[in-house]
């Protein structure tokens, strides 16, 4: 079974700029989460997606949106883009079935590096 | 708000020794999931262990085991018979039952040393 899938997986933008990332999770899983990972910051949960609707959302401003397709794929979306934004952006996977709810397993892909400049 | 301390940020180990690398949570809910992840240099994050709260026993996964004591809120891994291979960061993460936030610590290095 292929892992999780993210492009692409570098970008360099510039300040002001707005960018998409693509998440395919593994196959049969239907939620998304999405990450920042930062020397500064470590790692912050950014927004869950789950049958199309965001379930969860972290504390970010509102320049950082995502949504879901029904194929389960997930994109996010930056506008405005500040030099802070530069990070490794990582988004994880995880199960559900009717009858055992949602995994506690995520799965993370390799990550989108994005540099802003 | 949970959060997860990963006190040491860099350790380091012998090839064929021995290592603990140690990790605390704050948290108020009975309920939980704890995690060790592994992210090598530029690869990707890889499960290492995990540990449901509700269980006593400490998971083990083949050189990988935890100390898990839920009245101190500590979670410990411990890596026996280090490999080179072994060398990454490992991160320490928290997990309500109810969402999909994890809580990350800041990580540990951890240097395998020939």
């Known amino acids: 079974k292929a892992g999780v899938t993210q492009t692409p997986r570098y970008l360099i933008k510039t300040r002001g700029q707005q960018v998409t990332l693509s998440c395919s999770p593994i196959?049969?899983?239907?939620?998304v989460s999405w990450y920042q990972q930062t020397p500064g910051q470590g790692l912050q949960f950014l927004f869950e997606?789950?049958?199309?609707?965001?379930?969860n959302k972290g504390n970010f401003p509102g320049r950082f949106s995502g949504r879901q397709f029904s194929n389960s794929r997930s994109e996010m979306n930056v506008s405005t883009l500040e030099l802070g934004d530069s990070a490794l952006y990582l988004c994880?996977?995880?199960?559900?079935?009717?009858?055992?709810?949602?995994?506690?397993?995520?799965?993370f892909g390799p990550g989108t590096r994005l540099t802003v400049t | 708000a949970q959060t997860v301390t990963q006190s040491q940020p860099e350790m380091s180990v012998q090839e064929a020794e021995t290592v603990t690398l140690s990790c605390t949570y704050d948290t108020s809910e009975s309920d939980y999931y704890l995690f060790w992840y592994k992210q090598p240099p530029s690869r990707q994050m890889i499960l290492v262990i995990r540990q449901e709260a509700y269980k006593q026993q400490n998971a083990t996964e083949n050189r990988f085991s935890v100390n898990f004591q839920k009245a101190a809120k500590s979670f410990s891994l411990k890596i026996s018979d280090s490999q080179l291979g072994d060398a990454a960061m490992y991160f320490c993460?928290?997990?309500?039952?109810?969402?999909?936030?994890?809580?990350f610590g800041a990580g540990t290095r951890l240097t395998v040393k020939p």
């Open positions: 997606y789950f049958s199309e609707t965001q379930r």
């Open positions: 993460a928290y997990r309500s039952p109810n969402n999909n936030d994890m809580r």
């Open positions: 196959s049969g899983h239907r939620s």
């Open positions: 994880a996977s995880s199960l559900f079935s009717l009858a055992g709810g949602f995994s506690y397993e995520q799965y």
